[in-house]
């Protein structure tokens, strides 16, 4: 069975990722969508919102599960066993962190992990979290961007500063 692991801050999931998630679930027999539970930063949602989120949202993929990680990556997927990484690529500008981040995974796991990346649907390509974030502080239509009870989330997080 071919595993891969799909890491991201996902605060919260866009249309974005939801696209990259499926189409990796075609590629792959297993994708475990693994939130960084990251102390020294604040995210909007907290850890258990956003695996809350994705799970209602791939609830109808099944070979696609949730978790979440703290620590480095690689010792993650060496844990788990599994040893490729799935990662949307935007555009060139996601390119060099990306690159980075894929040469040191593989350093740190003696060469054992791989990163395939996913050129993110066109109609995506401009869209990330902190943009959402964004729209949502000022009351913005965040209906192609994310599923309606994340944007009434981020609405009722964000946008009522402004009302
Ligand atoms: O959605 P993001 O914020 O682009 O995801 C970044 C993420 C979570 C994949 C990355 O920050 C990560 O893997 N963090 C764990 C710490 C780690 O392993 N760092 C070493 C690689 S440079």
Request: contains cysteine; aromatic residues 10%; hydrophobic residues 40%.
């Amino acid at each position: 069975m071919k595993s891969a692991i799909y890491p991201g801050t996902f605060d919260p999931m866009t249309y974005g990722h939801l696209d990259i998630i499926k189409r990796a679930a075609n590629i792959f027999d297993e994708v475990i969508v693994s939130v960084l539970d990251n102390k020294e930063k604040t995210p909007l949602f907290s850890v258990d919102e956003r695996v809350k989120i994705l799970r209602d949202v791939t609830a109808d993929i099944p070979n696609v599960k949730i978790e979440s990680f703290g620590g480095l990556l690689s010792d993650y997927c060496s844990e788990k066993n599994i040893f490729v990484v799935v990662r949307g690529l935007r555009a060139v500008t996601d390119f060099e962190y990306e690159l980075q981040m894929s040469q040191m995974n593989r350093k740190l796991s003696n060469n054992k992990l791989d990163t395939v990346y996913l050129n993110t649907s066109l109609k995506y390509s401009y869209l990330s979290s902190s943009s959402v974030k964004q729209i949502a502080q000022f009351n913005g239509d965040l209906s192609d961007f994310v599923p309606d009870f994340v944007a009434e989330m981020l609405i009722e997080r964000l946008g009522k500063k402004n009302q």
